[in-house]
């Protein structure tokens, strides 16, 4: 199902809901002002009873406390039904919250699904496989013309040769990159010390402490022709 047609299904499903709440919300109210005045006759009897016991004839006397225990029986049901009410509101959210976590638990497994068929790794995979390749896979990568040719990040070639994750709903932007927590087993690139992300380029000095930079961190749209250094080795050079 698509997700714009669950929304919609969703939101119609509990169209209802707020009116159903306050009506019981409503009806619990009434039931404690019921509630109330039954105790304030209880105490106005008890008064009574106790200020005329003497008086009273024993069958007048149970007559009395007759009406007072009517009066406690009263009040029970009024707080059963107000238990009643409040069990039925709880139920009537809980069925709504159950539902939509057994949706979005049957979505995650769809996502994952889909994800691996796109042939997309997650970054704890991606960090198990790379462990104890250290600089020298980055060295490799290094000498094959990153910077003209088509051959980028292996995070961002592996996103950009699956089109079904890019047409997916986790389509993965420089913002949302940045507010993720870092892996710490994830390599961190570029001048701000980030993991890898969207368009990169490769400095083409071969002894660059860095090697791979965001086009944004070095105020590039597009890839430049011919070689290309970064800022430092850029300076470096000058200084030389």
Avoid at 65 to 91: F, G, H, P, R
Avoid at 179 to 197: F, G, I, K, R
């Amino acid at each position: 199902m698509a997700t714009a047609i669950y929304l919609e299904h969703y939101l119609d499903s509990i169209e209802n809901l707020p009116c159903e709440l306050q009506r019981n919300f409503t009806l619990m109210r009434e039931l404690d002002s019921r509630t109330e005045e039954k105790k304030g006759e209880i105490d106005k009897l008890a008064e009574e009873y106790i200020a005329n016991i003497r008086s009273l004839a024993s069958e007048q006397r149970v007559e009395h406390l007759q009406k007072i225990q009517n009066a406690y029986s009263k009040c029970k049901e009024y707080s059963d039904d107000k238990v009643q009410l409040a069990m039925q509101t709880y139920e009537m959210v809980d069925k709504h919250i159950r539902r939509l976590d057994a949706d979005l638990a049957r979505f995650e497994n769809e996502l994952k699904e889909k994800l691996d068929v796109s042939g997309y790794e997650s970054p704890d995979s991606r960090a198990l496989k790379k462990g104890g390749r250290g600089l020298k896979e980055k060295r490799a990568t290094r000498g094959r013309g990153r910077k003209g040719s088509d051959e980028e990040s292996p995070r961002k070639k592996k996103i950009k040769n699956s089109p079904e994750f890019g047409d997916s709903l986790l389509s993965v932007q420089p913002s949302d990159v940045l507010d993720m927590p870092v892996d710490p087993n994830e390599p961190t690139y570029c001048l701000c010390h980030q993991v890898s992300y969207g368009e990169m380029i490769g400095c083409d000095n071969p002894d660059c402490p860095i090697e791979w930079f965001h086009f944004a961190c070095v105020d590039l749209t597009t890839k430049p022709k011919g070689k290309w250094f970064c800022p430092r080795c850029t300076q470096d050079k000058k200084k030389k």
